[in-house]
């Protein structure tokens, strides 16, 4: 059966479904946010209308001043808004409400289906936008560069798993794991702007920061020795500049791709008379 159909079956036999020929939507719904598909959505060009949304605000219908949310994390769990503590559901609520007030949270993307069908999805989650965001960039601030990397790696994959629907496995278990070691110095505050459908960090901290303002800044209490810089450019590069010197010496060598191209070069760069010469000695030697 269509979508179409299904409806029609719903209407005559007096099934009460949210949904009409005229807004067939498919949608799921729980506490992260919402998944809307079918009707005009199918059609990857068109915008979707603003009827497919219910969790967040359009741009235009959004305040005209931004909010500020500050959100404290403890081990990488969110635990405050705006220094007010509360369970995480509650947590995740009040986030959503507020960033879908400010139009954060919309999601327009083609997925690909674990059968290889593409498939175009709308999603609203606003709660989930924002406090990634948060949660992302707090973990920058504690993480060191290769770990974070070597993260940000496992997480496609980890995606993967949970999008096909094989949460049940020593894999995901193991990424779990992976990941719980990195979480209890992901601990502090991140302040995020929301205004008109923008979700941006302005504002991190943690007493596990990375950051090192005297070796970080540029004015007076630089600690950093930049006497250590030339030391560290001659062995950082001495794997280029040893390969340079071994080119170099492949590029010398007769027969090589330089050393014929040289030759051909010089060739064609010859005055014409010399080449009127050699045809005049070729004649003369040929009885012409």
């Known amino acids: 059966m269509t979508r179409a159909d299904e409806i029609e079956y719903a209407r005559v036999r007096g099934i009460s479904v949210p949904v009409t020929k005229q807004n067939p939507y498919s949608t799921d719904e729980n506490l992260w946010g919402r998944s809307i598909e079918c009707g005009i959505l199918e ?6 209308p603003e009827d497919a949304y219910s969790l967040t605000r359009s741009g235009a219908g959004c305040p005209d001043l931004p909010a500020y949310l500050e959100l404290t994390f403890d081990a990488g769990v969110p635990t405050e808004v705006n220094l007010v503590s509360m369970p995480l559901t509650e947590l995740i609520h009040s986030v ?25 999805e709308i999603y609203e989650a606003p709660a989930a936008v924002v406090l990634h965001a948060a949660h992302r960039e707090l973990e920058a601030l504690v993480t060191p560069r290769d770990l974070i990397r070597l993260k ?113 070069a010089d060739a064609t760069a010859r005055p014409a008379a010399a080449i009127h010469t050699r045809s005049a000695i070729v004649a003369d030697w040929v009885g012409l």
């Open 43 to 48: 059609d990857p060009w068109e915008e979707p």
């Open 96 to 120: 959503a409400t507020i960033a879908g007030v400010h139009g954060v949270g919309r999601i327009d993307m083609i997925e690909n289906r674990l059968v290889g069908i593409k498939s175009r």
């Open 152 to 264: 940000r790696e496992l997480s496609v994959k980890y995606a993967d798993l949970v999008y096909n629907g094989l949460w049940f496995t020593p894999t995901r278990q193991a990424i779990d794991a992976f990941v719980s070691t990195m979480q209890p110095q992901v601990t502090g505050q991140v302040r995020l702007r929301l205004f008109k459908g923008e979700c941006r960090v302005v504002g991190r901290r943690s007493p596990y920061a990375l950051y090192d303002h005297s070796l970080a800044t540029y004015d007076a209490g630089d600690t950093f020795d930049r006497t250590a810089a030339v030391g560290f450019i001659k062995l950082w590069g001495l794997p280029v500049e040893t390969v340079a010197r071994q080119s170099a010496l492949l590029q010398a060598r007769p027969g090589s791709q330089a050393t014929i191209g040289a030759s051909l």
